[in-house]
């Protein structure tokens, strides 16, 4: 397989580097990720300013740019008309569980691979209380998923998969809907040095979701959550609705 590696944390992630050593034994691996943590941008498109791309190595490139730029540069200026046979986002360090999705980088860098027909699957590892991450866990599960993945039906695949910190050497895997994620909103607001105000936004997250069959939910049982999403977002029973109340 020809596989195109990406994230949001950057070029130099921990997450990253892993996730191109577990995808190395599967086929010719191109890895294409920001040059600086991106985390937040979902799926912007850098417009106006020009993208600068750094040649780290023999098939490792930085651009100066979101996620989605990376996509967009490699197919485009890569790959060409030969395109990968599948996009590997991540490994985030962190959870992208239930409505994190809309504002991923991570799972942004997918879709825009999924837009151009392409199979994507973005990753991430969800870390422990006290904020660690244990890789064993993904170290298991991540080439037994690409295994299966080579002999699938791949066409109109789009995968969100979220992994516990765990040591665990067996543990479930579950095929999960998202869930519910909230933020408590924070808008902190303080002065520059040259007095000028400036404003920071952050707030701390809500407890998950803990409706079964939902990611979070499997999250919290110690599974490995994978979660199929969709392009296609018309609400199909507001169709209907609107037809009979509006026209």
Avoid at 36 to 58: C, I, M
Avoid at 135 to 158: T, W
């Amino acid at each position: 397989m020809k596989i195109l590696i990406t994230n949001d944390d950057g070029i130099d992630s921990r997450g990253i580097t892993l996730l191109e050593e577990l995808a190395l034994p599967f086929g010719e691996v191109t890895v294409v990720a920001p040059t600086n943590d991106q985390s937040g941008t979902s799926h912007a498109l850098t417009l106006h300013h020009p993208l600068r791309v750094n040649h780290v190595n023999e098939n490792s490139y930085s651009v100066y740019g979101t996620p989605t730029d990376c996509v967009h540069y490699a197919l485009l200026d890569l790959y060409g008309e030969s395109q990968p046979d599948v996009i590997l986002s991540g490994i985030n360090l962190g959870p992208n569980l239930g409505t994190d999705v809309w504002y991923s980088g991570t799972v942004g860098a997918a879709i825009e691979g999924a837009l151009s027909g392409i199979p994507s699957i973005a990753f991430s590892l969800v870390s422990t209380p006290s904020r660690v991450y244990q890789e064993e866990l993904a170290q298991d599960f991540i080439p037994k998923l690409l295994k299966k993945i080579q002999k699938m039906d791949r066409s109109h695949l789009l995968l969100n998969v979220n992994i516990p910190s765990s040591e665990e050497t067996e543990y479930d895997v579950e095929v999960t809907k998202l869930g519910s994620s909230y933020y408590e909103g924070n808008l902190k607001k303080n002065m520059d040095p040259r007095g000028n105000e400036y404003f920071w936004i952050g707030g701390d997250k809500l407890p998950f979701d803990e409706t079964q069959g939902t990611d979070s939910f499997a999250i919290g049982r110690g599974s490995v959550s994978i979660t199929p999403l969709r392009l296609e977002m018309t609400h199909f029973e507001k169709m209907e609705f609107l037809k009979h109340n509006l026209l």
